[in-house]
Nanobody
């Protein structure tokens, strides 16, 4: 069993930056594929970024070049550095962990980009 707790969301002006964190409990964090999703009101949940256990990453086209996903296996934590934020980045950001058939979700953290 893995519990995921996101933090770091908030209100930021367009062009600003935020860093989200997702702290995982339990063991074997290093072998999980970790993902960030987001869900805006009235829209489908969208995959934002992936970091595999061996370090490779993937980004949605909408965030490529602006967001960076990273992980610190010594702290059981995955991060999402978000730069050059736009109003369309406004959403609840959710952390997701996958290993084989096991999948876990956090509660999410709200990011609002507005002037």
């Amino acid at each position: 069993q893995v519990q995921l707790v996101e933090s770091g969301g908030g209100l930021v002006q367009p062009g600003g930056s935020l860093r989200l964190s997702c702290a995982a409990s339990g063991s074997d964090f290093s072998i999980y594929t970790m993902n960030w999703y987001r869900q805006a009101p009235g829209k489908q949940r969208e995959l934002v970024a992936i970091i595999y256990n061996y370090g490779s990453t993937y980004y949605a086209d909408s965030v490529k070049g602006r967001f960076t996903i990273s992980r610190d296996n010594t702290k059981n934590t995955v991060y999402l550095q978000m730069n050059s934020l736009k109003p369309e980045d406004t959403a609840v950001y959710l952390c997701n962990a996958i290993r084989s058939r096991a999948e876990y979700w956090g509660q999410g953290t709200q990011v609002t980009v507005s002037s």
